[in-house]
């Protein structure tokens, strides 16, 4: 009887991920990872290597929120302590992303092995499902646990740790798969579907509603439920908001689609959710940005729903007057059949009256709008940032895809989108930071959408702050041909954090915030890149023609005024609180 062929333990987990269908492989390659990357070789896995492996992390992170599918990234011991950032952005989106660290060794450990870190324990309250994988013959079984971890119930990031001594030991070829189960091949993720005793009064309190709203959170995308939001929706002439900072689920040029549940990005939200009679949230949480479900966000006379996928998602919602555990698109087949069954009464007054807030509300801040920029014109002096992002947008086209980065700068950028999403302007896509607002995200995300996307322009408009923290990742976008155009609100330092301190210190200055004069356009250039400066507003349209039809990597390096955003201001506007409360 001829012996079995034994392979790597690498190249197993390679197999292993294989076999679930895994796509998109980052890394910063290093020694402790070699076995799996011979194996990502042998097995014609395409493996990005990337500067850092924060951009590692945050380029698994930006492919899985757009192909909702797990994109892996995989580091040594010292890389791990890297990507721990880009891991913490992750599970504020609640990313599927399959993290793997290549460890110290099993046999020494406790003992001060090379690299010696407790990856499992610091990955843990980041991760769904965070282990040590300490028998190679069971590597199938930890990639199966973990991918089916990743993808139900409400997603999440999960960490294997494959320790260096496992990696490099060889094992049976067929090792894992004599045992149930016997295929390996990725399955759809189990739906909760509603109790009829909990979801048929709920029905009832929302068939009797008059005023009624729908907040979409980020459940819905990654359920891939959001046309069935949309349909449902319209059908019932409920008007729909998104949460802050999650996943975009309608496009902002959809008339049922109003902005975000946000009173100072978009000031009609508060006029929607306090009229309301019954709010429904949707795959989401009862987080500080809903201030925890209590008034005076939501006041107490409103009837607060809240429907999830996820019993733990469900349960962190403990504020709400009812919940229901189902799959989001389970709940909006129910909740249309309201009107097939004649049980729906609402006419379409309630979403009129959002749509003209909504309509209202872009007259008065393009109109605000316009006086800065006539005034800067007639001064050539530096463009509002609202403006750089509304011209930027009116670049691009229809399938293109916009991602923003910064603190004001993603403010205003957000402002930007609804702006032009009412005046019919439609985008591939929007990607930007989640929960937890990391700087640094753009240059990743962006190369992200242009892997998945390459026929199609990516433009990252980014502060330069945020360039700055992430910025390095721009190589990888020249190694891998994957050009994008990035353009830089300049102006001039942490503007969002300085408009924090004048606003809070006693002598009204800003403290530790300034930057230099910072030539990123050369910086482009010098990596074999378009760069150019734009000082006015006039110089802007041409510039960003140009450095599209480049085809590089370009940068626009914008001097941008300095203005505080409706959010930051608002949540500045006593010294004795902060923005963060």
Known sequence: MSELKKIRGGK???RALRDKGVEHVFTLAGGFCNPALEG??????????????????????????ITRKPAVC?????????????????WGERSPIIFVTGSSTLKRQGAGGFKEIDDVGIAAPLTKYSISITDGTRIYEFVDRAWKIALSGYPGAVHLSLPVDIMFSSFEENAGKEERPFDHLPKPSPRAWPDPNALSPLLDLIANAKSPVIIGGHGIWWSGTENKLEDTARELNIPVFNVPYHQKLLGEESDIYMGLADFHQYQPSKHAIH???????????????????????????????CVNGSQEELDRNRAADHVLLSDPGAFFDALKLLKTDKKWKLNDKWYQENRNKRGEWVAETLQELSVHTAAADAKTDKIHPLQLSLDVQNEMGDDDWLVFDGGNTHFWSEIAVNLAGWHGKKLGGTLHPGNFSLLGVGVSFAMAAKIVHPDKNVVLISGDGAFLSG??????????????????????????????QERLFENGQHYATDFRDIPFHSLFEGLGGYGEL??????????????IASGKTACINVKAKGVISPIVLATTNKRDKASIE
């Open 74 to 90: 995989i580091v040594g011991p010292e890389g791990f302590a890297n990507a721990v950032p880009a891991m913490m952005e992750a």
């Open 275 to 305: 009229n309301s009679d019954v709010v429904i949230m949707v795959g989401g949480q009862l987080d500080n940005q809903m201030n925890f479900g209590n008034p005076p966000f939501f006041l107490d006379s409103t009837q607060l729903i």
């Open 534 to 547: 734009v000082e006015t507003r006039d110089q802007l349209v041409p510039a960003i023609r140009r450095a």
């Open 40 to 65: 990502f070789m042998d097995y014609e896995m395409p493996v990005i290597n990337c500067p850092h492996e924060q951009v590692a992390g945050h380029l698994a992170d930006g492919i899985t929120r």
């Open 471 to 500: 910025g390095l990742s721009i190589e990888a976008t020249f190694q891998e041909n994957r050009p994008i155009v990035v353009v830089i609100d300049n102006n001039g330092g942490l503007d969002c954090i300085s408009q924090q």
């Open 12 to 14: 197993l987990l390679a």
